[in-house]
Nanobody
Framework: QVQLVESGGGLVQAGGSLRLSCAAS????????MGWYRQAPGKQRELIAT???????NYADSVKGRFTISRDNAKNTVYLQMNSLKPEDTAVYFC???????????????WGQGTQVTVSS
């Protein structure tokens, strides 16, 4: 069994910063791409940042230049550093990872439980 556990959400004023963490644990053989999504009330879940096993990154235009995704493979953890936060960044943030539990399985997608980020104006 694999679990992804997020932490680091909270309430911050506009212009402030937060750092989210997502640690994967369980029967993990290897981790491929990891990413962060968010879902605001009444809106669809959107992809905001991804990082490959080779540390190649991609960002949604809405967060480019303000958010930074990184990973620590030794800790099976992905991070999201969020700077210059805006009220429109308010959402539940979810991490995602493609994980193999054995060598002969395909990559399976796993999700964290979500962490609330609220940015006040």
């Amino acid at each position: 069994q694999v679990q992804l556990v997020e932490s680091g959400g909270g309430l911050v004023q506009a212009g402030g910063s937060l750092r989210l963490s997502c640690a994967a644990s369980g029967s993990i053989r290897s981790i491929n791409n990891m990413g962060w999504y968010r879902q605001a009330p009444g809106k669809q879940r959107e992809l905001i940042a991804t990082i490959t096993s080779g540390d190649n990154t991609n960002y949604a235009d809405s967060v480019k230049g303000r958010f930074t995704i990184s990973r620590d493979n030794a800790k099976n953890t992905v991070y999201l550093q969020m700077n210059s936060l805006k009220p429109e960044d308010t959402a539940v943030y979810f991490c995602n990872a493609y994980i193999r539990t054995t060598f002969n399985r395909p990559w399976d997608a796993y999700w964290g439980q979500g962490t609330q980020v609220t940015v006040s104006s």
